[in-house]
């Protein structure tokens, strides 16, 4: 699959294999700007100027959950309608945490199982991010051309996400929930828990 944003309130999934549309996600208020898969191909999150990262089931277009930017700094004015907008959203490599930079400037990671960042960095001007491969390390881009090296978690995956990763990264979800196994693992499986 392929994802698309077009700076519309939706996105586009496209398959790879016949060059067609595959679905159309909805769920946004404001422009998607930017998008990424995790590791295991088994989700998809969306950046958006409404202030908000949704993580969806790229194979069913389930919206899983989705993380709201608040205000750090109570100081801040908040008059601002995009003081929180989103500029970009990025999977670490072992897929259990996501970055993204804001026009609140800050640069924010989050636990995949929390609904609230593990952690801050300060930036101006920032636009983009990205982990290092090989984990440890997240660079951001800024609009006036510089780039910043940040101090990533690194963290030694438990057995349980390992067997799910390398699950995921062949079977759907649709053949992980068609499997003869429980109910409470098949929604460990397709990140129904966490």
Sequence with gaps: MLCSAAGEKSVFLWS?????LIRKLEGHQSSVVSCDFSPDSALLVTASYDTNVI???????ERLRALHHTQVDPAMDDSDVHI???RSVCFSPEGLYLATVADDRLLRIWALEL??????APMTN???????PHGGVIATGTRDGHVQFWTAPRVLSSLKHLCRKALRSFLTTYQVLALP???KMKEFLTYRTF
């Design 16 to 20: 790879m294999r016949s060059y067609t």
């Design 55 to 61: 993580m969806w089931d790229p194979y069913t277009g």
């Design 84 to 86: 929180s907008s989103l």
């Design 115 to 120: 609904k609230t960042p593990i952690a801050f």
């Design 126 to 132: 920032g636009l983009c991010c990205t982990f290092f």
């Design 181 to 183: 196994i429980p109910k």
